[in-house]
């Protein structure tokens, strides 16, 4: 009887080819054992799941959040039915070629390919130790790919953490191992899927921090690889998710104080031309140099379009905010049938077609960037036992100002609570974060309800929480493939 579940069965190197670093034809066909024997490979293997998390990202994560929140209108001529189905909340087990399926087939790659390096790094270390310090590295970014997508995993597939009193309710399957064919691989509680993310995530950030040459890392020095601030940054989103207040504060509080944010004259270019401007607040992006991504085209209004900014969004923003911009595509003077001409578009993910050089002209999407961090820090304090309203307002003065290109003490916030400024943070965090991976975990996470817009073309356009179908069902053949798996609630009978 099959047990194992139909993705973390990817023991085989006949079955990794999808990886950057095991791809068959690529080593000669060897075993991976062959391919772990030498630093070498090691280091090659950082380097791959660097990219798998990208794909990750790129495929999956940043568009789901967004496709499932209150912020894009289809264009539903070019979406996908995968597309359609998941912003209108139709997709049900039997669809295997779309979201059920691949959302978990990409978090779980990154997972196998995480424990791979987990499994033989550390027999590694002991047969070369002069480059001990290199392999520890991968190790550490094994450590933090594996919290992430186990995280994500969660957000997609489980109900937020205060679900239920306890987080006792299903989460998903935690593989910390490399399984065989016939180990039975359940589902864990959402409580038990967080605590293994706390852990990686620590373990990671204590090797970054033995690695440094004197105490804990206080740079990002390659915003294009994990470093020790991304393991803190992660630990304040994390914590943020699951309503641990003082430690959400603490490690936003971290990140701030080594992560300057960027400047108002550099914030469009650190979306449009990140190759060249990476942005002084970048913690972690994924390089995506020569590599496809599927978002340019997700948002490119000169290509196959297939999703644009709800009408509703433009009057968040006033004229002098230098976000709004990257909500309009103006043709360039290089572009002979779109020059001057204008188009409502997420231009987060669209270089400008100027740079010449194509493998240049990518979107290094973020996973991780300090602006994010003020926001967290804000709604911890609101939130926490301190319920410091002044400092949180603070945090929301310093984005507005910087994005509006005036001194914070001119920044009127209208709260009169706690209640109010906790409206105030998540609509900040709509404006700083808009596209970028987040909206549909908001919602859910801070257990609000879905309400689109009046000019939202959905056809659901109201999800009362917690919905069921707000997050994805098991694809049904994983269902086949693990007996051991439960649905979620609501699709069961379908």
């Known amino acids: 009887m099959k047990r194992i579940t139909l993705i973390s069965a990817l023991v085989s190197p006949f079955l990794l080819t999808g990886c950057n670093f095991l791809k068959v034809e690529s080593i000669g066909k060897s075993t991976i054992d062959t391919f772990f024997s030498e630093p070498s490979g090691m280091i090659a293997a950082g380097e791959g799941l660097h990219t798998l998390l990208l794909e990750f990202f790129d495929d999956i994560v940043i568009r789901c959040a967004e496709m499932g929140g209150d912020m894009l209108n289809e264009n539903s001529i070019n979406a996908d039915e995968g597309m359609d189905l998941y912003y209108n909340f139709g ?70 953490w205060s679900y239920t009193k306890d987080a006792s309710h299903l989460g998903m399957p935690v593989i910390t191992y490399v399984p065989g064919f016939e180990d039975i691989i359940p589902r864990k509680t959402v409580a038990q899927v967080y605590a293994q993310v706390i852990e990686d995530l620590h373990e990671a950030l204590k090797i970054f921090n033995s690695l440094a040459a004197s105490g804990e890392e206080t740079s990002v020095k390659d915003p294009y690889h994990i470093s020790g601030i991304a393991c803190e940054a992660m630990l304040a989103r994390v914590y943020l998710y699951k309503n641990d207040w003082e430690n959400a504060e603490k490690y936003s509080s971290k990140v701030i104080a080594k992560v300057p944010l960027s400047p108002r004259s550099e914030y469009v270019a650190m979306f449009r031309q990140s190759q060249t401007n990476k942005g002084k607040e970048t913690i972690l992006r994924m390089n995506g140099y020569d590599k496809t991504s599927s978002m340019r085209a997700f948002y490119d209004p000169t290509a196959l379009m297939k999703f644009y900014p709800d009408p509703v969004v433009y009057t968040w923003f006033d004229d002098d905010d230098v976000r709004k911009e990257l909500l309009t595509y ?25 740079i010449t050089d194509e493998m240049l002209r990518v979107p290094d999407n973020f996973i991780l960037r300090c602006s994010e961090m003020y926001l967290i820090h804000a709604e911890a304090l609101v939130k926490g036992d301190s319920h410091n309203l002044s400092a949180a307002a603070d945090d929301l003065r310093k984005l507005i100002a910087r994005a509006r290109g005036c001194a914070e003490s001119s920044v009127s916030l209208p709260y009169t609570d706690a209640s109010s400024l906790e409206e105030l943070i998540d609509f900040e965090r709509r404006r700083e974060l808009a596209y970028e991976g987040h909206r549909q975990f908001d919602i859910a996470r801070t257990g609000r309800d879905l309400v689109r817009s009046s000019t939202s073309n959905a056809r659901v356009k109201t999800l009362k929480y917690p919905a069921y179908n707000y997050i994805l069902p098991i694809a049904q053949m994983e269902m086949q493939a693990n007996e051991s798996m439960i649905q979620n609630d609501g699709y069961k009978k379908q």
């Not at 779309?98 to 791979?116: C, E, H, I, M, R």
């Not at 002991?126 to 919290?147: C, H, I, K, S």
């Not at 103006?330 to 270089?351: M, Q, R, T």
């Open 91 to 160: 997709l049900t087990p039997d669809y295997n070629a779309t979201y059920p399926l691949t959302a978990y087939s990409k978090g779980y790659t990154v997972v196998s390919n995480a424990n791979y390096i987990l499994k033989y790094g550390p027999s590694l270390i002991e047969q070369y130790p002069t480059r001990a310090d290199e392999m520890r590295r991968v190790m550490a970014y094994a450590y933090f790919a594996r919290a992430v997508a186990h995280h994500q995993e969660c957000n997609l597939y489980a109900q937020p």
């Open 330 to 354: 103006v043709g360039e003077s290089c572009e002979d049938s779109y020059a001057g001409k204008s188009f409502s578009a997420v231009c987060k993910f669209l270089p400008l077609k100027s």
